[in-house]
């Protein structure tokens, strides 16, 4: 969420969680977005109605990926 908050403005913000996951729906634009972390698994899903801005944030993620950012959130990465 901090990687989506320093560039859009994210409002209707709700959080669940479960022994297993942390879901969060936040609307940006009028769009709405679901956020799933996976705790077992250790990953991230982001869905949206709006197609190309979710490109726009998988883009920028992956942009901040590459430079070091948020590595510490994760145990491991791969790239498959």
């Known amino acids: 969420m901090t990687c989506i908050g320093q560039l859009y403005p994210v409002c209707d913000?709700?959080?669940?969680?479960?022994?297993?996951?942390?879901?969060?729906?936040?609307?940006?634009?009028?769009?709405?977005?679901t956020?799933?972390?996976n705790k077992a698994d250790k990953t991230l899903t982001l869905s949206s109605t709006?197609?190309?801005?979710?490109?726009?944030v998988g883009e920028h993620f992956d942009q901040e990926l590459?430079?070091?950012?948020?590595?510490?959130?994760?145990?491991?990465?791969?790239?498959d």
């Open 13 to 33: 913000l709700k959080t669940e969680e479960t022994s297993n996951q942390i879901i969060t729906d936040f609307t940006v634009y009028d769009a709405k977005h």
């Open 35 to 37: 956020l799933y972390v």
């Open 50 to 56: 709006d197609t190309g801005l979710l490109k726009a």
């Open 66 to 79: 590459a430079k070091g950012r948020f590595q510490n959130c994760f145990d491991k990465f791969d790239s």
